[in-house]
């Protein structure tokens, strides 16, 4: 009996072994859960009605509407010629349909001087904008020079009154005119009326309610940070800068041929931000 019992344990010694020795299959390569791809938005496109042509309304001062200055008998005065105006000849180089609703000494709190003599808000607020697949706001300066209250992000936007109540209120405006509209705001040109060389003109030029060209300038780029709109910065380019006198002539409205060069420039920093056409 004890025999048999050995040889009954040997044997199953003997199938435990040859089992253990046996290759353990490999174990199940584990899956990475995979997840929905996010859908992609529709691709933007400058062009969003089709109809091979960009409907670009224009807004801003005397510099967009078409002011420019010349030198005579020793002083710089003031001349005006909407087609020599950077808008008109970027229009022209670009094959855009300008609507150009500037108006001279307008600011988006300052009223204008000339034409309806209102504020960007109060234009802005009287226009539509359906048709609209670009627009540019070119405000700032006469805000500044006008010494409007600068405010903060909090200020109350249906009350208005302050650079960031009034510039939030006119992008908000078009945006509920038409969302899929592209808006681009274009910062304050220097002006050397103000200040001198060691300042850096306006850069470092302070009025009592708004503070210098470059507070103005830093309130823009907050705003648009926040609408996440782009924003051109005229104010701190070096050509124009390192050349002001010949740039302006009286001290705030580029020259005719300056008025030129602004087209090239703002052709090449809009070209850099704006959707495919």
Known sequence: ???????????????????????????????????????AGPPRFLDENGDGRINWFALGDSITQGYYSVIENGAGKLAFNAKLGWAALLSKSTGWT?????????????????????????????????????????????????????????????????????????????????PDAEIVVISPLNSCRFGNAETGWGLGYSFSRNGTLQDIYDAMKEVCDYYDLPLIDLLHN????????????????????????????????????????
């Open 98 to 178: 300008l609507i150009n609703s500037a108006v001279g000494g307008s600011g988006f709190v300052h009223p204008g001087t000339v034409l309806d003599k209102l504020s960007g808000r109060e234009h802005i607020d009287k226009m539509d904008f359906i048709a609209a697949e670009l627009v540019t706001l070119a405000f700032g300066v006469n805000d500044w020079k006008g010494n409007q209250k600068l405010g903060s992000m909090e200020d109350n936007i249906e009350t208005g009154g302050t650079f960031y109540s009034n510039m939030r209120y006119c992008i908000e405006k078009i945006l509920n005119d038409n």
């Open 1 to 39: 009996m004890k025999k048999l019992l050995a040889f009954f344990l040997a044997v199953m010694l003997l199938i435990v072994t040859g089992c253990a020795s046996q290759e353990s299959p490999a174990p199940e390569t584990p899956t990475t859960p995979t997840t929905e791809p996010t859908e």
């Open 238 to 277: 070096e050509q124009i800068n390192n050349d002001m006198i010949n740039w302006f002539p009286d001290g705030v409205h580029p020259s005719e041929e300056k008025h030129a060069r602004l087209a090239e420039i703002l052709e090449e920093e809009l070209k850099k931000v704006l959707p495919a056409e």
